[in-house]
């Protein structure tokens, strides 16, 4: 059973437009939110997070958005650039008691920017 | 540069042979964690370790096991692979600092790819 969900196996948008990927989550426990990029062949990166106790977090070109009552996140980038073409995962995390925290990931959204 | 280095990058293995992949970290950070990645699937978390601690994940088949011999080097054994456990392996380090409740992010290695013949 997903507890975090990508819906949207890819996205398409220009060059310069604003890129928006979603993300929703079913575990009312997870208490932080994080995106991550990944380029082929390497591992994820950390881009942005978010704490349950905001609704928006900004970095740059970069703004993520919680909204706890729909229990949905999405990921603003603006404008969006060639280089940002990536799969980006959605991951959340809950406290496990052992010390430290794990991550719960969607399946990501490929991200193709056209320039 | 501080980093996760994951060794190999592609690792070829014959059905029920065992192999081992190896992380290391020049972090310093002192826990270490290890996910299954299948194609077009969210990586999943197989265990981690906090410090000498090991946690494993109440879905994780026996067939994969884990040594940290030390803060920098963690491996992943698989005892007996199957044609099912060919996937993209990543190992993440994050930092636990006592008593913050802040999450401290993961840093991942390029991954080890595994194809079972």
């Known amino acids: 059973d997903q507890q975090v969900k990508q819906n949207s196996p890819s996205l398409s948008v220009q060059e310069g437009r604003i890129s928006i990927l979603n993300c929703d989550y079913t575990?009312?426990?997870?208490?932080?939110f994080l995106w991550y990029k990944k380029y082929p062949a390497e591992g994820p990166t950390f881009l942005i997070s978010?704490?349950?106790?905001?609704d928006k977090n900004e970095d740059g070109r970069f703004t993520v958005f919680l909204n706890k009552s729909a229990k949905h996140l999405s990921l603003h980038i603006v404008p969006s650039q060639p280089g940002d073409s990536a799969v980006y995962f959605c991951?959340?995390?809950?406290?496990?008691?052992?010390?430290?925290?794990?991550?719960?990931f969607g399946k990501g959204t490929k991200l193709s920017v056209i320039p | 540069d501080a980093m996760v280095i994951q060794n190999p990058r592609y690792q070829v293995t014959q059905f029920g042979k065992p192999v081992t992949l190896s992380c290391s970290q020049t972090l310093n950070h002192n826990v270490m964690y290890w996910y299954q990645q299948k194609s077009s699937q969210a990586p999943k978390l197989l265990f981690h370790y906090y410090d000498k601690d090991f946690n494993n994940e109440a879905d994780t088949p026996d067939n994969f096991q884990s040594r940290r011999p030390n803060t920098s080097f963690c491996f992943l054994d698989i005892r007996s692979p199957g044609l099912g456990d060919a996937a993209m392996y990543l190992c993440?380090?994050?930092?636990?600092?006592?008593?913050?409740?802040?999450?401290?992010?993961?840093?991942f290695g390029p991954g080890t790819r595994l194809t079972v013949l």
């Open positions: 978010i704490s349950s106790i905001k």
């Open positions: 993440a380090t994050s930092s636990r600092r006592s008593g913050d409740p802040i999450y401290n992010e993961q840093f």
């Open positions: 991951a959340a995390s809950d406290y496990s008691g052992a010390g430290s925290y794990q991550l719960t």
């Open positions: 575990n009312s426990m997870f208490d932080y």
